[in-house]
């Protein structure tokens, strides 16, 4: 019996989904919307909860503590074939949620990349009349070494939040013992952006509808316009969201519906021999 303390979405995601059949995955909404439907549908959402989390984790702090790029690159293979192969999920849908981070990391390294300087000081010099750029070859590695280790530890934790519901992951946490306020906080705002982006792309559509964006001081009075609404929005979907959650039995603590397989001896031994297998990599190749 599910507890009449359960979300309106928990129950909605529990009986529309089965955990044992799986329809062809194939999402074109909002970002968020996506990681979940895919997380729902993943043919290894049966499996432990915990399992997951914990392989994903200790990924995550060997490909960043081991610090080598022969590990990253068998951290990336090794979760795009849990995600992709395992999962059941599309390449292209794959590919599609890691374009944000994939975004993130260019800009964020590139300036390990490149550099300014008055004088053309790197091996490669670019003179741009006012200085040069300039890099190097060692610099270009460093770059490309970080984009690998940043990369596969995303994939880590990518193969957990495209294979494990967001229900799941808050019950692990709460078997760690994370303070119960910091879990439900994450939930909640975790839920109410992705609310928000459904209202924002709502809004977008509508005024796209209505050569809202046909040039630019037209663009720039439609942007004003739908931050300014979102404000009312968001405070109209707050007290909403409080409200049905008050409708089903909410006194302060968050129930969530929780599916929980048993781990089996083959996914600890090709936990065991994955981790390990890593460990021995970078002992050859350091």
Same mark, same amino acid.
């Given at each position: 019996?599910?507890?009449?303390?359960?979300?309106?979405?928990?129950?909605? !995601?529990?009986?529309?989904?089965?955990?044992?059949h !799986?329809h062809?995955i194939?999402?074109?909404?909002?970002?968020g919307?996506?990681?979940d439907f895919y997380?729902?549908?993943?043919k290894?959402?049966h499996?432990?909860?915990?399992?997951?989390?914990?392989l994903? &984790?200790?990924?995550?702090l060997?490909?960043?503590?081991l610090?080598? !790029?022969?590990?990253? $690159?068998?951290v990336i293979i090794?979760m795009?074939?849990l995600?992709?192969v395992?999962g059941g999920l599309? +390449?292209?849908?794959y590919?599609?949620?890691l374009?944000i981070?994939?975004t993130?990391?260019?800009?964020g390294t &590139?300036?390990?990349?490149i550099?300014?300087s008055?004088?053309?000081?790197?091996?490669?010099n670019?003179n741009l009349?006012?200085?040069y750029v300039f890099t190097?070859?060692?610099k270009?590695?460093?770059?490309?070494?970080l984009i690998?280790? &940043?990369?596969g530890?995303?994939?880590?934790?990518e193969m957990?939040a495209?294979?494990?519901?967001s229900?799941?992951?808050?019950? &692990?946490?709460?078997k760690?013992?994370?303070?119960?306020?910091?879990?439900e906080?994450m939930?909640?705002?975790?839920?109410y952006?992705?609310?928000?982006?459904d209202? !924002?792309?709502?809004m977008?559509?509508?005024?796209?509808?209505?050569?809202g964006?046909c040039?630019f001081?037209?663009?720039c009075?439609?942007f004003g316009?739908?931050?300014s609404n979102?404000?009312?929005v968001? +405070?109209?979907?707050?007290?909403?969201y409080?409200?049905?959650m008050?409708a089903?039995?909410y006194?302060?603590?968050?129930?969530?519906?929780?599916?929980?397989?048993? $781990?089996?001896?083959?996914?600890?031994v090709?936990?065991?021999g994955f981790l390990?297998?890593?460990?021995?990599l970078?002992?050859l190749?350091?």
């Open positions: 019996m599910i507890s009449s303390k359960v979300p309106q979405e928990v129950h909605m !995601h529990s009986n529309a989904i089965k955990p044992h !799986h062809k194939d999402h074109k909404h909002g970002e919307s996506s990681i997380a729902y549908n993943s290894i959402r499996w432990n909860p915990t399992f997951k989390v914990l994903s &984790v200790l990924t995550l060997l490909c960043i503590v610090n080598n !790029h022969y590990v990253s $690159v068998a090794a795009t074939y995600t992709v395992k599309p +390449l292209r849908a590919i599609s949620v374009m981070p994939i993130f990391i260019l800009l &590139v300036t390990i990349g550099d300014f008055s004088e053309p000081i790197g091996q490669y670019l009349g006012f200085c190097s070859q060692a270009l590695w460093a770059m490309a070494f690998l280790k &940043v990369f530890a995303i994939s880590a934790m957990m495209l294979s494990t519901p229900s799941e992951i808050i019950g &692990v946490l709460r760690a013992h994370v303070p119960k306020l910091i879990v906080l939930y909640i705002i975790y839920r952006i992705f609310i928000l982006m209202v !924002h792309t709502k977008k559509n509508a005024a796209e509808s209505r050569l964006f040039d001081k037209t663009s009075s439609t316009n739908i931050a979102m404000l009312i968001s +405070l109209k979907k707050a007290t909403a409080y409200q049905a008050e089903r039995g006194d302060g603590d968050l129930v969530f519906l929780e599916q929980t397989g048993s $781990v089996k001896v083959s996914q600890l090709f936990t065991t390990a297998g890593l460990i021995l970078w002992y190749t350091n």
